[in-house]
């Protein structure tokens, strides 16, 4: 079987939201995430109320995609090791060896991230940026691709713990997940009383319709879209602007702003094309700076968003021609 080409990559992932849409009504911006962060090798948190298919999303996209997957459910008492794996004793052969943990797969469903202590939210650094897990000293690299989906309910909900900024700037985009409008709460009633299971997806009619080697041509493709020097100031001038603006006391990092550049390629070869206009920048503008800023106390105060901020920014920058 030949490899995929650029185009049938495209067309493979492009297919993934008809899967998925077979399971979760609605959600197109949660899902063309997902996909850029994919092609980015980058990691997604899924942040909304609860109820509103965080999870149902990622077990789909795992379900759409021929890749393994595994699913840990963070609790207050979960350690470090339940995640990465640990050194366990045999007393048949005197001898400790490795036993992974569930970080070990292809896609790792990080279930409330945010209910979890720091420490154990910790274990999942080097992971999520080193592609490798150390144990006792030595390190395991992780299966290729490998991505991180945490879910988390807003901060303000009782019995969670705010993401440090170390692990939040982990995270390539920071996805909202609203509540549905009428009309898409009335589809997922009807689907229900019609049957549907989200636990048996595969009864839902989801099947696999890309793989690794799919994103692997993706990859390669997304990797020779061009990028002017104007399009690359447009980046830097966006991202110094957040570190200038009174309503903020932390800006984005450098490491932003190549995240920034990185999810706008991505996205202008998912829209057909090799090179990057100013319009893919906006589009990813928001999902990949607003977890990098911190408000200042006072803007908190008066209801200001970094949401806001950032939208605001994007509107006073000057748009190269």
């Known amino acids: 079987m030949s490899a995929p080409t650029a185009d049938s990559a495209r067309a493979s992932l492009e297919a993934l939201r008809t899967e998925i849409a077979k399971a979760v009504v609605g959600q197109d911006p949660a899902v063309t995430g997902l996909v850029v962060a994919l092609l980015c090798r980058g990691h997604v948190l899924l942040e909304g109320v609860p109820g509103v298919a965080k999870t149902l999303l990622v077990r789909a996209l795992a379900a759409a995609l021929a890749l393994d997957a595994k699913r840990v459910q963070f609790t207050p008492d979960l350690m470090p090791s339940d995640v990465t794996g640990s050194l366990v004793y045999d007393t048949r052969t005197a001898e400790f060896s490795f036993q992974p943990g569930p970080v070990f797969t292809h896609l790792l469903l990080a279930d409330e991230i945010n209910r979890t202590p720091p420490k154990t939210q910790a274990s999942l650094l080097e992971a999520m940026e080193e592609r490798q897990v150390t144990v006792d000293g030595t390190p395991r690299p992780l299966p290729e691709p490998f991505l991180v989906a945490a879910t988390q309910n807003p901060v303000e909900y009782e019995g969670t713990y705010p993401l440090p900024e170390a692990q939040l700037d982990r995270f390539l985009l920071k996805l909202t997940v609203p509540l549905p409008s009428r009309e898409e709460e009335m589809s997922v009633l009807t689907r229900h009383t019609e049957g549907f299971n989200p636990s048996d997806l595969q009864a839902a009619g989801l099947r696999a319709v890309a793989g690794a080697e799919d994103l692997a041509a993706a990859r390669a493709a997304v990797a020779t879209t061009s990028v002017s020097p104007e399009i690359t100031g447009y980046v830097v001038d966006i991202c110094r602007a957040t ?79």
């Open 243 to 321: 570190r200038d603006s009174p309503s903020l006391s932390l800006g984005v990092s450098p490491r932003g702003a190549t995240a920034l550049l990185s999810t706008a390629r991505a996205w202008a070869w998912l829209t057909g094309r090799d090179y990057v206009i100013p319009d893919d920048v906006k589009a990813l503008a928001l999902p990949t700076l607003r977890h990098r800023v911190q408000l200042r106390p006072e803007a908190d105060l008066e209801g200001v968003t970094s949401d806001a901020v950032i939208q605001a920014i994007l509107a006073n920058v000057p748009v190269p021609r």
